[in-house]
T-cell receptor, first 113, second 114 residues
């Protein structure tokens, strides 16, 4: 059973497009959620945390749906520089304390001119 | 500057020759973790540590050892490297006390075992 699942893509979109990624998680007690961005052969970097009420950072919007156990990332007005792999990360909860961080395999985005 | 430092960045070695990849963080983070990344397989966790002297196996611990004697350091040891351990390795750390604390990554170590 995969704990964090993402559509691997690739998503090939034109500049200016709006693109959305979803990520599902299996542990209903999961506590924290993040989106990371990884450029080819570089270290992953935090794009944004995902809060219960949803949050926005410029062209990026993250949403959490606890009932359906998924998080989403929306990118508006895509830029060439958005081309990367987007990783979904979920922090488990075990008992009353934090557990491990679980990574999805990532969704590859390619923005074309 | 707050950072996670891995060394070396690149390493080419031969089968069976013991090696250690070092990881150090200067942010007083409780949690540290090692990952390997291979094409098509995403990031796979090798070992993690929730605090000093506390380590746990991740998804792919076979062939690796770790230790956490001090809070800042979390070395990855390959006692007898084999070619299937050729990979890109990342170390990462975060605060454990805050649920929304993000993971900070090192720059990666590219290991080739011939």
């Amino acid at each position: 059973r995969k704990e964090v699942e993402q559509d691997p893509g690739p998503f090939n979109v034109p500049e200016g497009a709006t693109v959305a990624f979803n990520c599902t998680y299996s542990n209903s007690a999961s506590q924290s959620f993040f989106w990371y961005r990884q450029d080819c052969r570089k270290e992953p970097k935090l794009l944004m945390s995902v809060y219960s009420s949803g949050n926005e950072d410029g062209r990026f919007t993250a949403q959490l749906n606890r009932a359906s156990q998924y998080i989403s990332l929306l990118i508006r007005d895509s830029k060439l520089s958005d081309s990367a792999t987007y990783l979904c990360v979920v922090a488990e909860r075990r008992g009353g304390s934090q557990g491990n961080l679980i990574f999805g395999k990532g969704t590859k985005l390619s923005v074309k001119p | 500057e707050a950072q996670v430092t891995q060394n070396p960045r690149y390493l080419i070695t031969v089968t069976g020759k013991k090696l250690t990849v070092t990881c150090s963080q200067n942010m007083n983070h409780e949690y540290m973790s090692w990952y390997r990344q291979d094409p098509g397989l995403g990031l796979r966790q090798i070992y993690y540590s929730m605090n000093v002297e506390v380590t746990d196996k991740g998804d792919v611990p076979e062939g690796y050892k770790v230790s956490r004697k001090e809070k800042r350091n979390f070395p990855l040891i390959l006692e007898s490297p084999s070619p299937n351990q050729t990979s890109l390795y990342f170390c990462a750390s975060r605060y454990w006390s805050s649920y929304n604390s993000p993971l900070h990554f090192g720059n990666g170590t590219r290991l080739t075992v011939t």
